[in-house]
């Protein structure tokens, strides 16, 4: 598994169109962090991971519903767990590498809750946030027909949502008790 060419495949070059929306997106975040930050809403750390968590969600968007090319008709699958009865009982690698790279898909989200919340994120809520940002990317292939809907995904997703967030916590409390 080559994750350098996995990514460099599913990350063409960005359109002008999708880098002048993408600049858009990110100044009115920044323009919006920057205030709360002003006002003293935001300390600083907060307001550099949520603007990092722009653009990183903007790059998983592109690779994973925009930058794909639409399909004749919607594709879903709704059967729970099918991705893993394909590894389990029909010995498909291939389908073992998906679900593990859609547990790692949400891992920096995952770790940039922390600083973005400037508290502990308990592990429900972290699954939480990786399941609904992975809901709005499963519902955006479904509707522009740009991939397969399916619940497998959010849960992976989820899952490595999580793992970032409990990972990050835990490499913050052994710097803390490092001081």
Same mark, same amino acid.
């Given at each position: 598994?080559?994750?350098?060419?996995?990514?460099?495949?599913? *990350?063409?070059?960005?359109?002008?169109?999708?880098?002048?929306?993408?600049?858009?997106?990110?100044?009115?975040?920044?323009?919006?962090?920057?205030?709360?930050?002003? =006002?003293?809403?935001?300390?600083?750390?907060?307001?550099?991971?949520?603007?990092?968590?722009?653009?990183?969600?903007?790059?998983?968007?592109?690779?994973?519903?925009?930058?794909?090319?639409?399909?004749?008709?919607?594709?879903?699958?709704?059967?729970?767990?099918?991705?893993?009865?394909?590894?389990?009982?029909?010995?498909? *690698?291939?389908?073992?590498?998906? *679900?593990?790279?859609?547990?790692?898909?949400?891992?920096?989200?995952?770790?940039?809750?922390?600083?973005?919340?400037?508290?502990?994120?308990?592990?429900? =809520?972290?699954?939480?946030?990786?399941?609904?940002?992975?809901?709005?990317?499963?519902?955006?292939?479904?509707?522009? =027909?740009?991939?397969?809907?399916?619940?497998?995904?959010?849960?992976?997703?989820?899952?490595?949502?999580?793992?970032?967030?409990?990972?990050?916590?835990?490499?913050?409390?052994?710097?803390?008790?490092?001081?």
């Amino acid at each position: 598994m080559d994750l350098y060419q996995i990514f460099i495949t599913h *990350n063409r070059k960005w359109s002008s169109v999708e880098i002048f929306c993408f600049i858009i997106v990110f100044l009115t975040t920044a323009f919006i962090v920057g205030y709360l930050h002003h =006002r003293k809403h935001f300390v600083y750390s907060q307001a550099v991971a949520v603007l990092l968590t722009v653009a990183f969600l903007a790059v998983v968007f592109e690779s994973t519903v925009f930058g794909r090319n639409p399909l004749p008709e919607r594709q879903y699958e709704l059967h729970l767990f099918w991705s893993w009865n394909e590894v389990f009982f029909k010995g498909s *690698n291939k389908m073992l590498e998906e *679900n593990l790279l859609n547990c790692l898909l949400l891992v920096p989200f995952g770790a940039l809750l922390p600083a973005i919340f400037h508290k502990r994120i308990g592990w429900k =809520r972290s699954f939480l946030y990786g399941f609904l940002i992975s809901l709005t990317i499963e519902l955006c292939q479904l509707v522009l =027909r740009r991939g397969l809907f399916e619940w497998d995904d959010m849960i992976h997703n989820a899952f490595g949502c999580m793992l970032g967030c409990k990972t990050m916590e835990f490499i913050y409390r052994k710097l803390k008790a490092a001081n």
